[in-house]
């Protein structure tokens, strides 16, 4: 069983970095700044694909700043079947992967004029009870802000863990951000070769408390072939500075 939830969450979590940027799939044009770390924490979720239920705990993604307007991704989250079938492996280790983000050209996202526009390119790792094989996946991100809101625009390619070209198409929009609380959407679609494709619908809200600290939640509907997905996501993004100040 464990072996069939983690190849259906593969599918679904496509290989573009997961959470990427909390809560969504897919992945916005900003990069953390040099000498700032960025954690990206899901404590707890929850997945169901058709019978199967799982619990996500953690979702993990670490971002570090590089000069050259760029960052280094390290994700992967930990998920715990509920229901797992007699010897089988009851949590797994999956969506692991290293990735590097760089900006192409600061924009809207940057406090400069215009669409902000990155790429990101990275290896996927072997899974701990899950896909053994290994990937690369390389995308192209798009975003703009208006004062009424903000769009992202993801497309990815990747050569997936069952060595299978892999494509996704995905967009964000969120509500203005000088707001606490902004409202938030994404859709997505993604088909590896040889599969059915997935298509996905978030919903949620941001919360920005303070400068350095966001809450988010999000529901997510999704398909993925004949299986029917639902999914409740609850976190919270950290960044700190770890370079010191000269005095």
Known sequence: MMRRISTALLLTMLAAPAFAYRPFDSTDADVAGLGEFELELG???????????????PAVVANLGL??????????????????????PSSSIVDTGVFVKTML???????????????????LLPELHGQSGTGAS???????????GTLHLNAALAW???????LFLGAILEG???????????IFAEQASGTSRTTSALVGAIWRPREYLTFDVGLRYAHSGDEAVREIRLGLTWTFSYKKERT
């Open 43 to 57: 404590p707890i979720g929850w997945l169901r694909e058709g019978a199967d239920k799982v619990r996500v705990a």
């Open 67 to 88: 000069p050259w307007r760029s960052e280094f991704v390290l994700e992967g989250q930990r998920e715990v079947a509920l229901d797992p079938a007699p010897g089988e």
């Open 105 to 123: 050209r600061e924009g809207a996202l940057q406090d400069a004029s215009g669409p902000s526009v990155a790429a990101e390119y990275g290896i």
């Open 160 to 166: 997936n863990r069952a060595h299978e070209p892999d």
């Open 176 to 186: 203005p951000y000088s707001w606490a609380v902004r409202p938030v959407a994404e």
């Open 138 to 148: 390389v995308a192209g991100i798009v975003s703009q802000r208006w004062e009424a």
